[in-house]
């Protein structure tokens, strides 16, 4: 089985659209480790602090718990895990990782068939993006773990993404049903003939089952997207802007731009077209949303 595909069979934990990319940013702190210090064992005690803040900032609003990957991702074929003593893995619970001086790393075959096929390599890391995030994310991801950029001509890089003839028809139908204005902001900007700033957002991620329709999807300015994909914002099924409270802000401008919105209702779409849909926003707030939010 190609590498590229094993990783699209990594086994997640998606019931009921919950998201787990856990595995896949132990993946991708792997591979940002391995591109810049070469192949070598990672031990628990020295990642567990990076990698917990790569879970709790990129997964879901919930807990993180390092273990839980380290250990399991053994079973894709894809990891190894090994104690200093060779005493069998201890588990995924921290502290007998830690105990044992647990190590792990990439199997050894498919750290060499990265390291020997570059466009190999940035089909491993765009799908393992692909598969977990909305494109948003894609940028901070690769920064965080010391991937380069999207931009091609960087070692391992793989080309910029073009925008798919889907992504351009939901921008289009966004913008005509906000009639050109972020939702939230009200913001609206051009450019000779062009609209600038703007972006269609999805609420339920596209590889979380969201379509590519009006119910999952708002007309933001290009900071409240960020915004919305990283868990600062969200809205209620009512249509009543979410502020977390995770968010800190001291600025003017912070408090305009974002604290003040908490309690706002959304800017609806023109007559006859449908808002987001009750099952994409609360998606959204249960996968997404840093809980708990500033109070209306």
């Not at 909305?134 to 901070?140: I, K, M, T």
């Not at 902001?185 to 590519?212: K, M, N, P, Q, T």
């Not at 401008?253 to 006859?272: E, F, I, M, N, S």
Request: overall charge positive.
């Amino acid at each position: 089985m190609e590498w590229v595909e094993r990783i699209t069979r990594i086994r997640r934990w998606t019931r009921g659209g919950e998201r787990d990319p856990n595995k896949s940013l132990l993946l991708l702190f792997a591979l940002g480790k391995m591109r810049r210090e070469g192949y070598a064992p990672l031990r628990f005690r020295d990642v567990e602090k990076p990698l917990s803040a790569l879970l709790t900032a990129f997964g879901p609003p919930k807990p993180a718990h390092p273990g839980v990957p380290f250990h399991h991702l053994a079973g894709d074929g894809l990891w190894e895990v090994m104690t200093a003593t060779g005493a069998p893995p201890p588990g995924p619970d921290p502290g007998a990782l830690r105990a044992h001086d647990t190590v792990g790393r990439l199997t050894p075959r498919f750290a060499e068939a990265l390291l020997g096929d570059r466009a190999m390599f940035a089909r491993a890391v765009g799908t393992l993006l692909d598969l977990n995030f909305e494109p948003s994310l894609h940028d901070d991801l690769r920064s965080e773990t010391g991937l380069p950029p999207g931009p091609a001509g960087t070692p391992y890089a793989d080309p910029p993404p073009g925008r798919s003839p889907a992504d351009m028809m939901l921008r289009q139908k966004t913008l005509v049903a906000y009639e050109c204005r972020c939702a939230f902001c009200g913001y609206e900007g051009w450019i000779g003939d062009s609209v600038v700033g703007l972006e269609a957002a999805r609420l339920r991620w596209r590889s979380f089952d969201g379509v590519d329709d009006l119910t999952n999807a708002l007309c933001l300015c290009t900071l409240h997207h960020r915004l919305l994909d990283r868990g600062v914002l969200s809205l209620t099924s009512g249509g009543v802007i979410l502020v977390s409270r995770h968010f800190v802000g001291a600025t003017p401008t912070a408090r305009t731009q974002v604290l003040a919105l908490a309690g706002r209702v959304v800017q609806r779409p023109l007559a006859g077209l449908p808002a987001p849909s009750p099952r994409n926003t609360d998606w959204h707030t249960r996968q997404v949303f840093r809980t708990p939010a500033h109070r209306l």
